[in-house]
């Protein structure tokens, strides 16, 4: 839905201020089996081309600062999943252990540590019914990527 929204109101404000500049350039432009244009023509056809130049400018910074900020999100995502699956196995492999070997030469602050960090991690992690809500998120982000690339590289 955002990136919806973010690229019909990035394209309406291309058209809104753009096309009405073309248009007024166009119809001011003499007639092709006429003479070439003046000095003052060219020069409004020049400023007015700049002006295009200037307003795509800013739809490309606007579009470079969401791909940054998508990957971003999406690497720190990843990151934050693979740390919560990895504190998962720690802590099934040390339940193992323990359960095998008896108790481990671990100190207990570290078990704690690995065992708070884990709850974070799943509260972070899992809705209240224990659905994952990370990996969606991060599916959407990056299925935002593509388009905001897509228009990247059209502006």
């Known amino acids: 839905e955002f990136r919806r929204v973010l690229f019909r109101s990035k394209g309406q404000e291309v058209k809104t201020k753009l096309q009405p500049a073309l248009d007024n350039i166009v119809s001011k432009l003499p007639n092709i089996n006429e003479a070439c244009l003046n000095e003052n023509q060219i020069q409004q056809v020049l400023t007015t081309r700049n002006n295009i130049v200037n307003e795509l400018n800013k739809v490309q910074t ?27 196995t720690l802590r099934t492999s040390l339940t193992a252990t323990t359960t095998a070997l008896g108790p481990l030469p671990v100190p207990g602050e570290i078990i704690s540590g690995i065992n708070t960090a884990n709850e974070i991690l799943d509260r972070i992690k899992y809705d209240n019914l224990g659905n994952p809500k990370l990996e969606k998120l991060k599916t959407n982000i990056d299925a935002t990527a593509m388009p905001v690339e897509i228009g990247r590289a059209h502006v």
Request: glycine residues 8%.
């Open 62 to 88: 606007v579009l470079n600062v969401l791909s940054t900020s998508i990957g971003l999100s999406s690497g720190f995502l990843e990151a934050l999943i693979v740390t919560a699956t990895t504190l998962r």
